[in-house]
């Protein structure tokens, strides 16, 4: 495929790809980590070692990833023409509330620094099907494209 990217195409595509699967593990991993901080106690050194993990994972993992499968998705969008067709109207918007949802964790994060757990971990555990439910209607729209 020939189009705005011309021969970078794919190289493109696969950055994109690569991107996305560290997003998805690290959209994973945050509410486990949040879990077992809530499980620490409160001003535990337990609980400093959790507030530096998901520094840590927010720093060098979401936080590049959600830049880079932005940048490189909007790219392959451009390239295809792909604006115009409904399947992509679908995806995008799941990608845009899956973005609101990382968001949502870096929020969520600051207040587990500051001592506030507002939510059960069972809640947590629940809010951790987010991504893989997300990752299923954007994978169907991608390939499958059936509108």
Not at 3 to 10: D, F, P, V
Not at 18 to 37: D, E, S
Not at 43 to 56: I, L
Not at 68 to 92: E, R, S, Y
Request: proline share 3%; charged share 15%.
């Amino acid at each position: 495929m020939i189009g705005l990217l011309g021969s970078a195409y794919l190289w493109v595509k696969a950055g994109h790809i690569i991107f996305v699967i560290f997003w998805m593990a690290g959209l994973f991993m945050m509410p486990r980590f949040f879990v077992y901080h809530q499980e620490a106690a409160p001003g535990s050194e337990e609980e400093r070692r959790w507030v530096d993990r998901e520094d840590r994972l927010l720093r060098i993992i979401l936080k590049p990833s959600i830049v880079v499968v932005w940048l490189f998705g909007l790219l392959l969008a451009l390239d295809t023409g792909a604006f115009t067709q409904g399947w992509f109207h679908l995806k995008l918007a799941v990608v845009l509330g899956l973005s609101g949802y990382h968001g949502w964790m870096v929020g969520y994060a600051r207040k587990l620094k500051a001592g506030q757990r507002s939510l059960s971990g069972k809640a947590l555990r629940i809010l951790n099907e987010v991504p893989g439910m997300a990752a299923a209607i954007i994978v169907i729209m991608a390939i499958v494209k059936p509108f």
